[in-house]
């Protein structure tokens, strides 16, 4: 009987970036990767975004994020497990191990100029 060692990732536990990349690969329908050329991200920034980011649904992760092809790409460390992770510049990010991905989205307006495109928002009048 396979036991797990530990609980999936916990965005609100203590945890290390390693391995942190840029990355222009991300399948996507954009003609022209050149946006990606200004996309940058620090880890710094990007601890706060994943403790602030939510968990989304996969109909949520379609329609309300783009998909570009520029992403980072790392290692996050969380009581000795290692997860890889991916934070796309349309403002959402997946956290995975062996057996579960979890699909994280940006919704928190101060997060947006870090990305080429926020998360869509329905303008309230």
Known sequence: MFQSSSLFFDKSKTFDIDQFSASNSYPTAAADSSICNSWKIDSDV??????????????????????????????????????????????????????????LGSFDPKFDKHFVAPVWREEVQ
């Open 46 to 103: 990007l601890y706060e975004i994943i403790e602030h980011a939510r968990p989304v649904s996969g109909i949520e992760w379609h329609h309300l994020f783009g998909h570009y092809p520029c992403r980072y790409t790392g290692v996050l460390i969380q009581g000795g497990e290692k997860y890889e992770f991916s934070v796309n510049a349309g403002s959402w990010m997946y956290v995975s191990n062996a057996d579960s991905t979890l699909i």
